[in-house]
């Protein structure tokens, strides 16, 4: 008998047909996500699940799977911070992630909100819309150069070392900053290890690209937008919750961040009464860091890869927890 697979969401047809020679499936067919008593009654009847970063893949989820027959939690996603990976651990579940893939489709994005947060592209744009062209002023819609300006790495992992070299092209200085020093990386690149408090006091640029962790929750908050350099801008394509979101609308109000470029929000979907909303600086998308065709359709191919090491119990092409073998019953 074929193995059950359950899907968070609908995925490409070819993914889909590659799964179907190994699987029966359940798609979960509606837009939004599904709630998470649906996941924990799937938990309990399918071999594999196959989730997306908007599910939340809790102990209960886990701990229900290990009671019946789960073998394999297969994620649509680099990060994985939904999922809880210590108790998945523990039941001896291995769960996967799709890194490299989106790599460089994440840095674009990045980079576009950049360039767009910088030059004001959306409020130029949003403008001309609205019927308003403001006659060619000397100060109108005047933004930041980012050729040769200082760019902030937090994080410098795959998605990280593409925004250096995207910013090479710009003649910018890149620093980063991480938890490791990655000297072969830097020299490739040309960028400079610093402390977080170096970063923040010389760039004009920074951008987030780490995984969300106790330790990078809430990272950039009222304390270290006050060792920001005045007009600086802020790129986010990671995870939301690494930025206080009350404290970068003071600083964006006050005008000390001149800019941001969101691609994340905590929560997601970001409240219609979020303040941030209320800004023309603010240019935001709705984490859409890897939506190119191309690469999504990579994300579900390795995603089915992954099911399918799962169900026949072999190690996982891309695992986040391998620890998770060694508490295998
Ligand atoms: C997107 O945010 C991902 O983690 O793949
Ligand atoms: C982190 O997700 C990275 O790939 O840099």
């Known amino acids: 008998m074929k193995k059950k697979v359950f899907l968070t969401r609908s995925i490409f047809p070819e993914a889909i047909e590659r799964l179907l020679q190994f699987a029966e499936i359940e798609v979960w067919s509606e837009n939004c996500p599904p709630p998470v008593e649906v996941l924990i009654q799937k938990a309990a009847e399918v071999d594999g699940m196959l989730t997306m970063l908007t599910d939340p893949i809790n102990a209960n989820v886990i701990h229900i799977g290990k009671q019946n027959h789960l073998k394999v939690i297969s994620q649509m996603a680099v990060g994985f911070d939904n999922i809880d990976v210590p108790s998945a651990t523990s039941a001896g579940i291995p769960v996967g992630?799709?890194?490299?893939?989106?790599?460089?489709?994440?840095?674009?994005?990045?980079?576009a909100l950049l360039m767009a947060a910088?030059?004001?592209?959306?409020?130029?744009?949003?403008?001309?819309?609205?019927?308003?062209?403001?006659?060619?002023?000397?100060?109108?819609?005047?933004?930041?150069?980012?050729?040769?300006?200082?760019?902030?790495?937090?994080g410098f992992g795959r998605i990280g070392q593409a925004m250096a070299a995207r910013a090479k092209g710009?003649?910018?200085?890149?620093?980063?900053?991480?938890?490791?020093?990655?000297l072969d990386a830097e020299k490739k690149l040309g960028a400079n290890f610093v402390t977080l408090i170096d970063l923040l006091q010389q760039s004009d640029f920074i951008s987030l690209h780490a995984y969300l962790s106790p330790e990078t929750k809430g990272m950039i908050g009222a304390s270290q937008f006050e060792e920001m350099k005045p007009g600086v801008i802020l790129i986010n394509t990671a995870r939301g919750a690494m930025i206080d979101q009350e404290a970068?609308?003071?600083?964006?109000?006050?005008?000390?961040?001149?800019?941001?470029?969101?691609?994340?929000?905590?929560?997601?979907?970001?409240?219609?009464?979020?303040?941030?909303?209320?800004?023309?600086?603010?240019?935001?998308?709705?984490?859409?860091?890897?939506?190119?065709?191309?690469?999504?359709?990579?994300?579900?191919?390795?995603?089915?890869?992954?099911?399918?090491?799962?169900?026949?119990?072999?190690?996982?092409?891309?695992?986040?927890n391998p620890e998770a073998y060694s508490n295998r019953k």
């Open 170 to 182: 710009f003649n910018m200085k890149v620093l980063y900053t991480q938890r490791h020093r990655d």
């Open 248 to 320: 970068l609308y003071q600083n964006l109000l006050a005008g000390r961040v001149a800019a941001a470029g969101l691609d994340v929000s905590d929560p997601e979907p970001i409240s219609k009464d979020s303040p941030l909303l209320s800004l023309p600086n603010v240019v935001i998308t709705p984490h859409i860091g890897s939506a190119s065709i191309q690469t999504r359709k990579r994300m579900a191919m390795m995603t089915v890869g992954n099911i399918e090491a799962g169900l026949t119990g072999n190690p996982l092409p891309y695992c986040v």
């Open 118 to 154: 910088a030059r004001r592209v959306v409020e130029g744009n949003n403008e001309v819309h609205q019927g308003i062209w403001r006659p060619w002023g000397p100060d109108v819609m005047c933004g930041r150069d980012v050729y040769g300006a200082t760019l902030g790495l937090i």
């Open 97 to 111: 992630n799709t890194p490299g893939v989106l790599t460089e489709t994440t840095a674009d994005l990045a980079w």
